[in-house]
């Protein structure tokens, strides 16, 4: 069977971290969120895997390749314009055969998941979950185990079963497909509605993983999720008197200077360099080429690619885009934070800094809890930030 | 999951079986074996890698057989549960994809009649099935055994006394039909067939398929036929493995932040850049053909800007019929493919004057690594594009590395400037993907500059190699004539050229010949030829004197040379497509160059 993975989105709600890349290419515990649903598709066995790509494509691509790597064979098929869902799968029609998988490619989930979509058999099916947000989500509504219908982001409470975005489907579904077009409608739940309302459509509830990152402060928690099941590796060169406690992952070519004390879990991608005397709490990625300078700590944090920290800085519940450079004594510590993305203000009980990528930052800076710093900023030596600072900026 | 193929034609099947299996490896690849129907049934099979398989096959000659490759997902993997499974009788063969549900009670029933199980597999029940039910027509044996048997399979059958016949069925396991003259294929899958036919049919669940040399026939499990007309396929073999990429070229150019990241890897931190010879080294040459030889002239400017040590640039070919001076320098070959000729005669030639050698290339086991003392790889990974890109980056990486380790070893470098040096070094994939992110950009520019029918690059110091290898790319895609100068070479002679309809592409970023390159610019706008710059982010200045600036990010000049070659290369694979050439094979041209 082959599954039509939704790869296209931008994710405009993560702030500076899809500059350049799309949602579903954003690390967590070192891995694109994208690379848990292949993987999770291929343990079941589902390999033949179509990812409909748009925005930022190439990094998908480039990453994927033809999926040998993952045990796949992947093909493209672009998304022209970002109509919606349905319109998504649409355009993947021609890879389709009669029966065929639909999952989200930002969503992190498990093997688990999977084997619950899988047991629909030959019926369409949507995989359905319990959320402390529906207001967020699509809310269902079944009859047994019949799914009524979905509603998109409700206003008033109706229940909190929410839509994975999960689905078995077959060839017709592209009739309601087409006939909600018409209508200027182009998103999937409501193609699956309109499906509901001619043929039983399942609704299954999972008991499986699956974590949904609406905001960046999300990522740390999928962090930490995908940190305490990751597979631990050793390899890099570990200098005399370095403590590694815990569940500690560390890649081909890093170097761990003496002193240096690392708590798990942690995964450190390869090519990394832990300076002397640094301290790494849990749970935190360091993606590829990361330096860190002496006497850094940094706590509950992603750092992507190529981010280097100079000597004394202090990074807690942070996510650092890639080839961020900080010099010396960058203070970015936790705290509660008031958060603007797109235009709408949210309070983070406890929320480091949010620095996107390429962002330079000189010496002696200090950045209160919930400051978003967007791409390719520069601030001066001495500057103390909080809001949103734009990107390209310069701070003096 | 497993994938199977099947054959019946004219030629030797096993080739081909061995073929469709490797391009079905990504359905598993635990075990595998290959069925032959010739003169009598001829059955080859063992656990791990096809090319294990492979490497033991005796010769098997028969143009008819079934092969399978599996993914053991219930019990090891093994040459006895590792399928063809045959019969009794040694006359049938069969391959199945899928799970036979009842097959314990099946194998309960068959081995109370006599039949002998070697494998623990459930599809041994099938085949001991069909064998009980045949009467000389495997057709009608599989028939009436799929009859009894629950479960999903996709399953491919033969048998010794009808040669030239394979017979297929499938319920919810994937199977395939690949229609040819005179020959016909079965498989899993469609990438199985591309290479022989683009011709497919699609067997439907509770269907039987029977292919021959001459034609396939369809039934329904009842035996009713089943029309149905071949449907052609439009991406090719290529299209799957290049990614989603429209082509090679491409895919590798938007590899280059992962070749540095690869080059750099575990070489940084430590300067381990493996029984590096920097001792006693007053002088380094660096000799080189094509792109690679650009790379050795940046490598010049890189050595003694870093290391401080005198360098300079040879081509190979030029190097090895030249007279040697009486100093020895440490020289340092490179060859993507570690097998260009000249290179090779080059290192021997250095060799036989008394001089160190060090090797860069991209290829494990090269023959460069055996005429060299030492060889330092770049780890860009195989590059398919016959005009190379993410291997040249890879190249002016390694030589950064070359450059940093000799001013640590020779103290030319404090280690306050070896570490800002590597900070900048390990920001360099960051620079390329900057470059990347413009590829839109560069898209419209190369509209409005690529239709001239001669194009300039001019650039001066470290930059100036990359103006000729930004030249070297669009000549060899896309056939449009372009040279490169160094740009204060302009005035004695080709500004005789220059002329409205000549663009010029120059290279203009802060580095110290930046002033210059400001009054080389003036030069040729005066002649009112358009201008297209790559300049430093951030240059206010720039813009006003040229017509369009493709910008890099702010970076110490000496690494400039990374993020203006991927803007040059996405360049020249950009008016080369807008001409609709053929980029990833250009004409006359090869990838590696192993004639003199």
Not at chain 1, 367 to 383: D, H, K, L, M
Not at chain 2, 95 to 120: C, T, V
Not at chain 2, 275 to 295: D, I, M
Not at chain 2, 418 to 425: F, G, N, V, W
Request: hydrophobic content about 40%; charged content about 25%.
């Amino acid at each position: 069977m082959k599954a039509l993975i939704l790869a296209a989105g931008e994710g405009a709600r993560m702030g500076p971290f899809t500059a350049s890349v799309p949602k579903v290419m954003i690390p967590v515990g070192n891995r694109p969120l994208l690379e848990y649903v292949v993987q999770a598709l291929v343990e079941n066995g589902v390999r033949d895997l179509v990812l409909v790509v748009g925005y930022r494509r190439e990094r998908i691509q480039s990453h994927f390749q033809d999926g040998k790597a993952f045990h796949a064979r992947i093909s493209y098929v672009t998304q022209t314009k970002q109509l919606g869902t349905a319109h998504a799968v649409w355009e993947a029609r021609p890879h389709m055969e009669e029966r065929f998988l639909v999952l989200n490619g930002s969503n992190m989930v498990d093997s688990r998941f999977v084997e619950d979509l899988l047991a629909s058999r030959d019926k369409p099916a949507v995989l359905i979950t319990q959320s402390e947000r529906p207001r967020s989500y699509g809310v269902v509504t079944v009859r047994g185990k019949a799914l009524v219908g979905i509603t998109e982001k409700p206003t008033e409470v109706i229940s909190n079963l929410i839509n994975t975005g999960a689905y078995a489907l077959d060839q017709r579904i592209f009739d309601e497909i087409e006939r909600l077009a018409k209508e200027g409608k182009h998103d999937l739940p409501s193609a699956v509605s309109a499906l509901a309302q001619r043929t039983e459509v399942e609704a299954i509830r999972t008991e499986g993983t699956w974590v949904d990152a609406l905001y960046p402060w999300d990522l740390l928690r999928l962090n930490a999720t995908a940190l305490k099941g990751a597979h631990e590796v050793r390899a890099g060169t570990i200098e005399p008197a370095v403590t590694i406690r815990g569940r500690v992952s560390i890649g081909d070519g890093c170097v761990i200077r003496s002193g240096a004390y690392l708590l798990g879990p942690l995964a450190l991608g390869p090519g990394c360099e832990i300076g002397p005397n640094a301290v790494l709490l849990p749970s935190t990625s360091l993606g590829k080429n990361v330096r860190i300078g002496a006497h850094t700590t940094v706590a509950n944090s992603i750092l992507m690619d190529d981010v280097i920290l100079g000597p004394a800085c202090v990074v807690q519940d942070g996510v650092v885009g890639s080839g961020v450079v900080a010099k010396a004594g960058l203070l970015a510590a936790s705290g509660s934070g008031d958060v603007q993305i797109e235009g709408e203000w949210h309070t983070v009980a406890q929320l480091g800094a949010l620095i996107g990528e390429d962002v330079e930052i000189g010496n002696g800076v200090s950045v209160t809890p919930g400051t978003v710093i967007n791409e390719r900023a520069r601030v001066e030596s001495g500057a103390r930030l909080r809001g949103t600072i734009p990107s390209g900026a310069v701070v003096l | 999951m497993c994938g199977i193929v099947g054959y019946a034609g004219r030629r030797n099947a096993l080739p081909i079986l061995l073929d469709g299996l490797k391009r079905l490896e990504y359905r598993g690849y635990d075990s595998a074996g290959v069925a032959i129907v010739g003169d009598s049934l001829q059955v080859v099979k063992d656990k791990g890698f096809i090319a294990n398989l492979e490497a033991q096959l005796p010769a098997m000659t028969g143009s008819t057989g079934v092969a399978h490759t599996r993914w053991a997902t219930h019990g090891a993997p093994s040459k006895v549960n590792a399928h063809p499974h045959v019969d009794c009788t040694g006359k049938i063969a069969l391959a199945h994809n899928g799970i036979i549900e009842n097959y314990a009670a099946l194998r309960e029933k068959l081995e109370a009649r006599g039949h002998k199980f070697e494998s623990q597999t459930d599809t041994e029940s099938l085949v001991h099935l069909i064998e009980s039910y045949y009467d000389g027509d495997l057709e009608e044996a599989t028939r009436k055994a799929l009859h009894d048997v629950r479960g999903s399979y996709a399953i491919l059958a033969v048998h010794a006394g009808e040669p030239g016949k394979v017979v297929g069925a499938r319920n919810e396991s994937p199977l395939v039909v690949g229609v040819g003259p005179d020959e016909n294929f079965l498989a899993s899958d469609v990438p199985a067939l591309l290479r022989y036919t683009d011709r497919v049919l699609y067997v439907m669940d509770g269907e039987m398929v029977v292919i021959t040399p001459k034609g396939v026939t369809i039934k329904n499990i009842e035996g009713k036929a089943v029309r149905r007309e071949p449907q052609r396929i439009t991406w090719s073999l290529e299209d799957a493995e290049k990614g989603g990429f429209e082509h090679f070229m491409l895919k590798e150019i938007h590899e280059s932040p992962k070749a540095i990241h690869d080059t750099l890897l575990g070489r940084l931190a430590n300067l381990e850049v493996n029984g590096f010879l920097s001792e006693g080294v007053t002088s380094v040459k660096l000799v080189a053909c094509g792109t690679s030889y650009h790379a050795a002239m940046i490598g010049k400017y890189i050595i003694e800007e870093i290391a401080r040590i005198p360098a300079s640039a040879e081509l190979a070919s030029e190097y090895r019929y030249s007279q040697g001076p009486s100093d020895r320098p440490l020289v340092i070959l490179i060859t993507q493919s570690g097998e260009t000729a000249d290179t090779l005669g080059a290192a021997r030639e250095a060799r036989r004057r008394g001089c160190k050698t060090v090797g860069i290339t991209n290829i494990l086991g090269s023959s460069l690594s055996r005429e060299v003392d030492v060889t330092l790889y770049t780890r860009a990974g195989i590059e398919i594009a016959v005009a190379g890109t993410k291997t040249f980056i890879a190249q002016l990486v390694v030589l950064y590395l070359i450059a940093l380790k000799m001013g640590q070893d020779r103290a030319t470098l404090g280690y306050d400037e070896l570490d800002r040096l590597k900070d900048q070094l390990r920001s360099l994939p960051r620079a390329a993907q900057y470059m990347l992110n413009k590829a839109e950009e560069i898209r419209a520019l190369a509209k409005k500059y690529g239709n001239a029918r001669d194009i300039f690059y001019i650039g001066r110091h470290a930059n100036f190699p990359v103006a000729l290898e930004g030249a070297l790319k669009l000549k060899e895609i896309s056939y449009i004539h372009a040279e490169a100068y160094a740009a204060g070479e302009l005035k004695h002679g080709p500004l005789a050229l220059v002329t409205p309809s000549t663009p010029v592409i120059a290279v203009a970023v802060h580095d110290p010949t930046y002033e210059k390159m400001r009054s080389n610019i003036g030069e040729v706008s005066a002649r009112e030829a358009p201008v297209l710059a790559i300049g430093t982010e951030g240059d206010k200045e720039l813009p006003r004197f040229v017509d369009d600036v493709i910008e890099i990010p702010e970076i110490p000049w000496i690494f400039s040379p990374v993020p203006v070659s991927v803007a040059l290369q996405l360049f020249a694979y950009e008016v080369a497509r807008m001409h609709g050439c053929p980029i990833d094979k250009p004409r006359n041209l090869a990838k590696s160059v192993t004639v003199e």
